[in-house]
């Protein structure tokens, strides 16, 4: 009896080798899936924060414009507390005047490339105005005839 028809020893080899190759391309898709939906959550986590800070914003800006229009001159202020990051990142808030009574307010972030848009009615003038993250203020300013909106000392 020869080792040349003694097949024993190659089987456990080979099957050791056949079992490590698979649960290596098993865990290569695993993390490959597992990392698309990160980014998918991230950009969703992004969307919802930015269209919350979109939303607050818009609010306190209807609210100011509402008392501004209502009082008799004189500085009306409000703070919108909102974040200074979202999903880890910085985001930029912008106001801008649009024709007529409307105006819009753009939050976007570009390293996920998502932006909110906005649009309100406001009886008051549009000062245009773009922010980095952080808390801010919205202001009507009597000497200027405008509602804007202006960083608050953090």
Do not use: W
Not at 2 to 20: E, K
Not at 43 to 58: F, K, P
Not at 115 to 130: G, K, L, N, Y
């Amino acid at each position: 009896m020869g080792f040349r028809n003694d097949t024993r020893g190659a089987s456990v080899a080979i099957t050791h080798t056949l079992t490590l190759g698979i649960t290596a391309l098993l865990i290569t898709g695993l993390l490959v899936g597992a990392g698309g939906m990160l980014e998918r959550q991230q950009q969703r986590v992004a969307s919802q924060g930015l269209q919350n800070v979109a939303e607050s914003v818009t609010n306190e800006l209807k609210s100011v414009d509402r008392l501004a229009t209502r009082s008799r001159g004189g500085e009306v202020a409000s703070a919108a507390s909102i974040p200074n990051h979202i999903a880890g990142h910085s985001y930029d808030v912008e106001l801008v005047d649009r024709s007529g009574d409307r105006a819009a307010l753009f939050v976007n972030m570009s390293v996920t490339d998502v932006t909110v848009p906005v649009e309100f009615r406001a009886e008051s003038d549009i000062c245009e105005r773009e922010l980095t993250s952080g808390p801010l203020r919205v202001v009507y300013d009597p000497d200027a005839d405008c509602l804007t909106i202006e960083p608050t000392d953090r």
